[in-house]
Nanobody, 121 residues
């Protein structure tokens, strides 16, 4: 099993910045891609950004140029630096990890509990 714990959410004014962190523990040897998703009230969960174990990144169009994802494989931690935040970025942000299990040759997604980000004046 893999446990994901997010931190760094909170209330920020429009134009401000926040940095989210997600630390993985447990059977971390099988973690491949990690990422961030978000869910705003009344909306479906959507992709924000992903990063492969080798560092290749993918971003949603809505946050390109404002957010940056990074990871520290030695610490089993993924980060999301969020700049130029606006009220439309208000959501619960979830950490995700894709974990490969060699004994069964299958992959499973794991999710954190989520951290609230609120952008408001």
């Amino acid at each position: 099993q893999v446990q994901l714990v997010e931190s760094g959410g909170g209330l920020v004014q429009p134009g401000g910045s926040l940095r989210l962190s997600c630390a993985a523990s447990g059977s971390t040897f099988g973690i491949n891609a990690m990422g961030w998703y978000r869910q705003a009230p009344g909306k479906e969960r959507e992709l924000v950004a992903t990063i492969s174990r080798g560092g290749s990144t993918n971003y949603a169009d809505s946050i390109k140029g404002r957010f940056a994802i990074s990871r520290d494989n030695a610490k089993n931690t993924v980060y999301l630096q969020m700049n130029s935040l606006n009220p439309e970025d208000t959501a619960v942000y979830y950490c995700n990890a894709d974990v490969f299990w060699p004994l069964t040759w299958t992959s499973s997604p794991y999710w954190g509990q989520g951290t609230q980000v609120t952008v408001s004046a």
